[in-house]
């Protein structure tokens, strides 16, 4: 088992950057794909981007491609999201979550956290 603690989120200007970060404990991290959702007011949860195991592979959903990069730090057992270029429409709580035997766009992973507030303004 793994627990999962998001941190970095805020408030920025369009156009700003944000840097969240996801730290882990339990399980070796290593053994967990991962990945970052997020879910506006009102919408449903999305996929945002993925990283495999090592960190070698990385995906995207085609609104954050160019403009967010994943990552993970396997030493320091956290995943990170380097988002620039904000925009209004970016604004969610964000999660972080593992999972042992898949990466990439689904929904089905094992573990989650409890999110982090990003508020874009115009």
């Known amino acids: 088992q793994v627990q999962l603690v998001e941190s970095g989120g805020g408030l920025v200007q369009a156009g700003g950057s944000l840097r969240l970060s996801c730290a882990a404990s339990g399980r070796t991290f290593s053994s967990y794909a991962m990945g970052w959702f997020r879910q506006a007011p009102g919408k449903e949860r999305e996929f945002v981007a993925s990283?495999?195991?090592?960190?070698?592979?990385?995906t995207y959903a085609d609104s954050v491609k160019g403009r967010f990069t994943i990552s993970r730090d396997n030493a320091k057992n956290t995943m990170y999201l380097q988002m620039n270029s904000l925009k209004p429409e970016d604004t969610a709580v964000y999660y972080c979550?593992?999972?042992?035997?898949?990466?990439?766009?689904?929904?089905?992973?094992?573990?989650w956290g409890q999110g982090t507030q990003v508020t874009v303004s115009s």
């Open positions: 979550a593992a999972d042992l035997r898949h990466w990439g766009a689904h929904m089905d992973y094992d573990y």
């Open positions: 990283v495999s195991w090592s960190g070698g592979r990385t």
